[in-house]
């Protein structure tokens, strides 16, 4: 019996009671503060489970034709007259499912089931905006005389993913660089210096003949991995050996010189977030969808199962062959590797016999990482992100 | 920053980056008159010391075009 | 741009001594950034003599916890309103209005809020954990 939600001291349950009831009681009574107020026999009218029907709809986003139905969440107190829906952590902590997917390092998928819009959107944004991470800041340029502008290459230099030992990160600081305050000085605790001097030069032990410039010159290309590591003073302990503070890609081509050119230049790196400038943005993507939903209202038999199944991506529906009578149906298989994309609905043979829709509390989340962090490790920040959040307004709430 | 003033790349100032050994702390009009300019021939890439007076030219190749030397003096950007 | 001052200053380095041990966080959090609150946040001049009515401004906030600030508030049975706008894009800024049908102020339903939505945070980090786990040690069997 669906009856989750509803405080079940107060109401008493007997069978389940016909909608219309309600929506008459609720106009005689026309108070929001049904369960607060109303006494136990009253309340036993207004206790009127939602059906299964009923929860199932509520369920669903739908994408129809031309339009998109359902659109907000309806799980707010007083917007059902005899349902709860008020905040309950025990019922969230029941109703939460996690599933994971995929689970590499800089790559994971998992669904994360039973929460509102607002709380996983609340995950994205922070993790794509929000979890500091390490990137070039400021670029000395001391010679430059390849083609590639200063300004050009500074801005390529800072977009390059940086990692290191994780623990030796936890030593980090913000550089401060409010204007209003006199500028920091920079030490070991908040800035990391990188070096990258490179030259080109000839290559004589070619012949004459060779015409590839990765051969005929040394350096001809200038990558990721020349960019070095200058340890100051107990960096060379926090981020020492393998977690040695490097470029995650060694291989992102940054310059390309002929001989007589050379690059020298300085770099600062310092910690940032992503609000302030996408370098400092720990994920390539953070993402979710909502599952799709595909329901099939009437029997879709013959050539129109066929027809339905191509309507879909590959594994989404099926053919199935009933063993008595032999008769072709189309079945929906996994309607996770379905895009919506709708195309169902433009077959009239098929009007009515489908409905599309999206599962409005099943987030299908994609979370890749630069490197500097693996994707269960951010995604663990980021809620302990919000979590700060709250803890320090909560805080300074009751303080004043 | 304290910027100095620009020190032109010469021939005899071999000095590396940072402010050649010239006009540090000359102000604006007095910087000692250089009798001799480095260039980069744009043809051969030999470096080219010309006097006034002098033909521009390169003096191994003879090409006509020179290009000037990078300033020696290092420059911040931001990586934004 | 909002400033991320959310850091303790570094412990003072001695370089006479450069090799000694100094006190600073190193709990086994991942990256600790914040043992400071910076948090800043007002009622507005906008409340209810009996404070069943107030509106908030956050600084240095947006849609990352407005949004889910007040769908959680909105789970209070208590609170009749509850919504957060942000008055221009290019200021830092969010606020948030709550009106309670009068039995608690609208700061309780914003600190009680604020305390479920940590309290959510909380439930969510244990079940990510747990599968976790359990995805390691099923992919181990397989």
């Known amino acids: 019996m669906p009856l989750t939600g509803l405080p079940l001291a107060v109401f008493v349950f007997t069978t389940t009671p016909a909608r219309k009831k309600v929506s008459l009681c609720a106009r005689a009574c026309n108070s929001p503060h049904i369960h607060r107020h109303c006494t136990a026999s009253t309340a036993a009218i207004f206790a009127m489970a939602p059906t299964k029907e009923e929860l199932e709809r509520r369920r669903i986003v739908g994408v129809e034709e031309e339009r998109v139905s359902n659109v907000t969440s309806t799980d707010f107190p007083g917007h059902y007259p005899g349902e709860d829906h008020t905040w309950n952590l025990e019922e969230f902590r029941k109703k939460l499912k996690i599933q994971i997917h995929k689970a590499n390092d800089l790559d994971y998928e998992f669904d994360l089931i039973g929460v509102d819009a607002s709380i996983a959107n609340a995950f994205r944004r922070i993790l794509i905006s929000e979890v500091p991470t390490l990137a070039i800041e400021t670029v000395f340029v001391h010679n430059n005389t390849s083609i590639v502008q200063d300004e050009v290459l500074a801005q390529r230099l800072g977009l390059v993913p940086l990692r290191g030992d994780k623990k030796g990160f936890q030593h980090l600081r913000w550089l401060k660089k409010n204007p209003d305050e006199p500028a920091v000085e920079a030490t070991d605790f908040n800035t990391i210096v990188m070096g990258l001097k490179v030259a080109c030069t000839r290559n004589h032990a070619t012949p004459a003949t060779e015409t590839d410039p990765e051969k005929l010159y040394f350096n001809s290309s200038v990558y990721a991995r020349d960019i070095k590591f200058q340890p100051q003073g107990r960096q060379s302990d926090w981020f020492s050996g393998a977690g040695e503070i490097r470029p995650v890609n060694p291989d992102i081509l940054l310059a390309k010189m002929r001989p007589g050119q050379e690059i020298d230049i300085e770099m600062h790196c310092v910690l940032g977030i992503g609000q302030d400038h996408a370098k400092f943005s720990p994920v390539a993507t953070a993402s979710y969808r909502l599952l799709p939903s595909i329901k099939i209202k009437q029997p879709i038999t013959g050539e129109d199962a066929e027809k339905f199944i191509n309507c879909f991506p590959k594994g989404v529906a099926e053919i199935q062959t009933d063993k008595k009578t032999g008769q072709k149906k189309a079945v929906i298989v996994n309607p996770r590797k379905d895009t919506v994309s709708r195309e169902v609905l433009r077959h009239e043979e098929l009007k009515g016999k489908v409905e599309l829709g999206r599962i409005r509390d099943h987030f299908i989340f994609s979370i890749e990482s630069t490197g500097m962090y693996h994707s269960d490790e951010l995604f663990l920040q980021a809620v302990q992100i919000l979590k700060k959040k709250c803890v320090d307004f909560h805080e300074k709430l009751l303080e004043s | ?80 | 741009m909002p400033d991320h001052e959310t850091l303790p200053d570094a412990p003072e380095y001695d370089a006479e001594n450069p090799g000694a041990e100094v006190e600073y966080d190193d709990d086994d959090e991942p990256l600790d950034l914040s043992t400071d609150n910076n948090a800043k946040i007002i009622m507005l001049g906008s409340a209810t003599d009996d404070d069943s009515c107030a509106s908030f401004q956050f600084e240095n906030e947006d849609h990352t916890l407005g949004n889910a600030l007040r769908w959680i508030i909105m789970k209070n049975p208590q609170v009749e309103f509850c919504g957060y706008s942000i008055p221009h894009p290019s200021e830092p800024k969010m606020n948030m209005r709550i009106q309670t049908y009068g039995e608690i102020t609208a700061k309780d339903a914003l600190i009680q809020g604020l305390a479920d939505l940590r309290d959510l945070c909380d439930v969510v980090t244990d079940k990510f954990v747990a599968e976790k786990e359990r995805f390691s040690v099923g992919k181990q069997k397989s």
């Open chain 2, 1 to 80: 920053m304290q910027r100095d003033a620009y020190v032109p790349p010469t021939a005899g100032g071999g000095a590396a980056r940072g402010g050649g050994g010239y006009g540090g702390g000359g102000g604006g009009g007095d910087i000692p008159r250089q009798v001799s300019m480095k260039y980069l021939c744009a043809d051969c890439g030999k470096s080219v010391t010309i006097n006034k007076g002098d033909m521009i030219r390169c003096k191994e190749c003879g090409f006509r075009i020179l290009y000037k030397e990078r300033t020696k003096r290092m420059v911040q950007f931001e990586a934004r």
